[in-house]
């Protein structure tokens, strides 16, 4: 009785995480399937129910090299996507890193006012904003340029949010000592506040990479040229018509995001750790 | 005094390239949109341009489906995700490999799984195939009620993993103590959770829901990628209709569809934010 419950358990375990990871593990499958298998499988007049083949009948690289040395318009749409998400997380995480510091330590009047609108503003939803960003953009003849994109992304309330949960928690007596030798009030920000919260750094710019890399509603808005759309919107276009390089192309578009969270998934969950500590 | 007017000084220069850039893209843009929504072609009509939109039977549909979304998407992904951190929590140690797996999904970019989700979901794909070999019956989930079943179980099987992270670091701070002396006092495990842990991770709860609340509007993203600009009647949600609407750049039908939408987020904010107080006062 007592090796059946831990057993038991830990098939639970498997199946969850199984659920979890089997869609990523079949995308990177099929992306080594010879092209005529994933146009089988993908074939979807046929009348039969379709089988889940992890296995490819050959294992081959023919999709790989189709999207780097045969279409270059995947390329040129990934590095769309990169011109836009790069600039975007480093004007977030800089401007956010600034204003939380401000906002969990520094005292001034109408504080809790502001951080009450930012809230606000970081729970309306991206099509709330979408009209009013618009206005601002036609106005300032942006629209049909990438900063259009990245400008307003920036200003994305969600870091300060999840910046000040991290800063709030530092000790006021380590803020208070540098102050008595003379620091000032940037040093303190880059000397003390920087280092600690370095777990919510990676998350927010995990978090906010992801965010703006499956960037869909702006572009389509925004974009007149389709030249410009990141691979985002063009891997839902071409799903119906180049069986060929669809998962190879889906798996080029996953591997920037998995880097990071491999180089960051053990800071993740520390900001918010600390957040419950009150 | 002469501190605390520096400090002031110094808090503004730190919030001030934020405030600009909310100022200018955020806040004035809102006001003058919801200007916008009082005129029609220039003329001042009051409310409407609201009342216009509330008879579009359109605009109905899609608040009807957000709100059925909203209604049945949140709340399964709270108790789902709440259970399976229970679950993890309740392992002595476990490898950082589950851990991360769960936050897979949250990392695979959406436009990434299309074609695994139309393998799975297609009306002979691998789920049908499945319903059929148990002897049920297939079910058309590109085309009827079930197509919102299935975004409702992409936007929990996405966005779980990140929940249940969030709660087992919640869990992680309850104070071991309390649940000593609870079992002494011979409670069991059901009145452990029910009685301490729910009340006692509540800010943990309310910063999964508000995530939740902002995720849920990117399940647009989903059925974008899955269906296009005009999906079934089903899933036409208040995202398409907006969106749809730009492409006749209709201002002030879309500057009154953002405002509704924004009014019942933040009924939905408040409810909550009554609830949890409540909830909060009992215990």
Known sequence: MKIIKPVIKYILLFLIVAVFIFPVVYMIACSFMPQNQVSEMLNFTADKYREINLIPKKVTFEQYYQVFFRRPEYLLKFWNSVIMTVPTVIGQVTISSLAAFAFAKLKFPGRDKLFFVYIILLVLPLQVTLVPNYIVLDSLNLLNSFLAIILPGTFSAFGICLLRQSIIYISDASIEAARIDGAGYFKIFTKIILPQIKSGLITLTLLCFIDNWNVIEQPLIYFDDRGMYPLSIALSDISSTDFGIIFACGVMFMIPPLLIFTYGHKDIDLPFVNADKS | ?283
């Open chain 2, 1 to 283: 005094m002469k501190r605390k007017r520096k400090e002031y000084i110094v808090a503004l220069l730190f919030i001030l390239p934020s405030l600009l850039g909310i100022m200018f893209f955020y806040i004035v843009p809102y006001i003058i949109s919801f200007i916008k929504s009082l005129y029609a072609s220039n003329t001042f009509v009051g409310f409407n341009n609201y009342i216009d939109l509330l008879n579009n039977d359109i605009f109905l549909l899609a608040l009807k489906n957000t709100a059925v979304f909203t209604i049945i998407a949140i709340p399964l992904l709270m108790v789902v995700s709440f259970l399976i951190a229970l679950f993890l929590n309740s392992f002595n140690s476990i490898s950082s490999f589950f851990r991360s797996s769960l936050l897979i999904p949250v990392v695979v970019p959406v436009a990434s799984l299309i074609c695994v989700w139309q393998l799975l979901f297609d009306d002979y794909g691998a789920v049908n195939g499945l319903l059929n070999s148990l002897g049920l019956n297939a079910v058309e989930f590109f085309n009827s009620e079930y197509s919102m079943v299935m975004i409702v179980l992409i936007y929990v099987w996405k966005y779980c993993g990140f929940c249940v992270v969030l709660f087992t670091a919640g869990l992680a701070n309850v104070p071991q103590s309390l649940y000593e002396s609870a079992k002494l006092d011979g409670a069991n495990s059901f009145k452990l959770i029910t009685q301490i842990t729910i009340p006692m991770i509540t800010p943990t709860t309310f910063f999964v829901f508000l995530m939740e609340i902002i995720y849920s509007f990117k399940v647009f993203r989903e059925v974008f990628a899955l269906f296009g600009d005009y999906p079934n009647k089903n899933v036409y949600f208040l995202q398409n209709f907006i969106n749809n609407n730009y492409y006749n750049l209709n201002y002030p039908r879309l500057s009154s569809a953002s405002v509704i939408l924004s009014v019942f987020i933040i009924l939905l904010l408040l409810a909550f934010f009554i609830f949890e107080r409540k909830h909060s006062v009992t215990d």
